[in-house]
Structures are given as structure tokens and as C-alpha cells.
Nanobody, 118 residues
């Protein structure tokens, strides 16, 4: 079963940058579709980036141009580069994976806190 272990995150001032990592446990990682989600206190979870097995990416307007999702299939690791961070980006961030033929994300990282101070 695929396991995802996150690292990175922390406290940064507005306008700063952070990079999150998500290490996958399986060599078949390259066949999974991956994503980053976030959830702030009192708010619903929202997707902030997706990347498919071929490297195609999508972003919501709230982070487009500031966040970059990428994957290194040799290292079986997913990344989220976050630039020009805003206080409203403060949330718990989660990486997630699904077989690209599936609809739902069945595998989740443990979460990592990102706090952006104004």
C-alpha cells in the first residue's frame, strides 16, 4: 500500500517562500496522480495543485502563479514550491495520491503546518 511522508512547512513572513515535500513508498509512484490540499481552521479542505502521471498540472486561481507542483519519479517524491506567500495561505497542507484510473484520492500524507505571518 502506498505510504506518503511529508516534510517541510513552518513559519514564514508574508512574501516569503516555502517548499513542501512528499516522499512515496512505492516504485510504482510514477503511475499515480498526485495532489496537494490544504485546510485552514473552520474552513473546508481545498485542492491547491494537481499533477498527473505525465506531468500535467492544474491550479486554482487562488494560488496560480505563486505555487508550483512538481514530481521527481526517480526519487518518488512530490514537491510544492510556494512563493509570494500570503497570510491567507496559512493552513495544514496534505499531499494525496490516487491511481489515475480512480476518482478519489485514497492515500494521504500526515499533513504539515504552514503559517504565514503578516
Amino acid at each position: 500500500q502506498l505510504q506518503l511522508v511529508q516534510s517541510g512547512g513552518g513559519l514564514v513572513q508574508a512574501g516569503g517562500s516555502l517548499r513542501l515535500s512528499c516522499a512515496a513508498s512505492e516504485d510504482t509512484y510514477s503511475t499515480y496522480c498526485m495532489a496537494w490540499f490544504r485546510q485552514a481552521p473552520g474552513k473546508e479542505r481545498e485542492g491547491v495543485a494537481t499533477i498527473d502521471s505525465l506531468g500535467s498540472t492544474t491550479y486554482p486561481d487562488s494560488v496560480k502563479g505563486r505555487f508550483t507542483i512538481s514530481r521527481d519519479n526517480m526519487k518518488t517524491t512530490l514537491y510544492l514550491q510556494m512563493d509570494s506567500l500570503k497570510p491567507e495561505d496559512t493552513a495544514m497542507y496534505y499531499c494525496a495520491a490516487r491511481r489515475c484510473s480512480a476518482v478519489t484520492f485514497d492515500y494521504w500524507g500526515q499533513g504539515t503546518q504552514v503559517t504565514v505571518s503578516s
